[in-house]
Nanobody, 128 residues
């Protein structure tokens, strides 16, 4: 039974920082994609950042809109996924979800559109 529980959202001013956390349980695979997508009401999901694991190799991918500002990481036990967000902008305002999908190519393409598991989300609001 996979569970993903996000926390760490809140309201900040532009230029500020937040760190989101996602507690992951019941998800143990040698290859997977685990990441964050965001969504604003009435708009499509946007993939923000993801971490791809294939056996002992890890790589990260980022949306162009957040490169250099956001960092995705996980703890050594692979039970917590983080999203460090710096230099926040009003356009970063959204509900943020952590998500996961098993498989060697799980982070390919528009991974956020076909992930099998995701949490309930945490709201991030950035004011100007």
């Amino acid at each position: 039974n996979v569970q993903m529980v996000e926390s760490g959202g809140g309201s900040v001013q532009a230029g500020g920082s937040l760190r989101l956390s996602c507690e992951v349980s019941g998800f143990r695979y040698d290859a997977y994609c685990m990441g964050w997508f965001r969504q604003v009401p009435g708009k499509e999901r946007e993939g923000v950042a993801a971490l791809a694991k294939v056996h002992s190799t890890r790589s990260t991918i980022y949306a162009d809109s957040v490169k250099g500002r956001f960092t995705v990481a996980q703890d050594n036990d692979e039970s917590i996924l983080y999203l460090e967000m710096n230099s926040l902008k009003p356009e970063d305002t959204a509900m943020y979800y952590c998500a996961a999908e098993a498989g060697m190519d799980a982070c390919s393409g528009r991974w956020w559109e076909y992930v099998q598991y995701w949490g309930q989300g945490t709201q991030v609001t950035v004011s100007s």
